[in-house]
């Protein structure tokens, strides 16, 4: 477990995370590209400005966290969950973006 780490800004290509609970703290505008965040749990993480390119998010939950522009620009993301997250796609191509099972409100 990951307590309360400040990263504003923090570097952090290639991380790679697996079975972690990060909770608290911020990476708000980290940039990870090609980062691996496997069986992991985020809760109350600021991640506003986040940058995630060609990252790959697999069996996540996200809890909690402001994650208003944020970027995952060529991510591959599998059964991730956004809960109570401050989450806004604007001028999004998704025409191949695979939506199958997704659970989109309000």
């Known amino acids: 477990m990951l307590e309360g780490a400040e990263l504003d800004g923090a570097q952090l290509e290639g991380l790679s995370a697996t079975d972690v609970r990060v909770a608290g703290g911020s990476l708000a505008n980290a940039r990870a590209r090609r980062s691996r965040w496997l069986r992991t749990e985020l809760a109350g993480v600021r991640l ?3 940058d995630l390119p060609e990252a790959e ?4 939950v ?3 966290c402001p994650a208003d522009l944020s970027a995952f620009a060529r991510a591959r993301l599998k059964r991730v969950v956004f809960e109570r997250c401050d989450v806004r796609l ?3 191509d998704l025409t ?3 939506l199958r099972g997704a659970r989109l409100r309000d």
């Open 48 to 50: 506003t400005g986040a």
């Open 96 to 98: 191949r973006a695979d």
């Open 57 to 60: 998010l697999r069996d996540v």
């Open 90 to 92: 604007a001028d999004c």
């Open 62 to 64: 996200v809890r909690d």
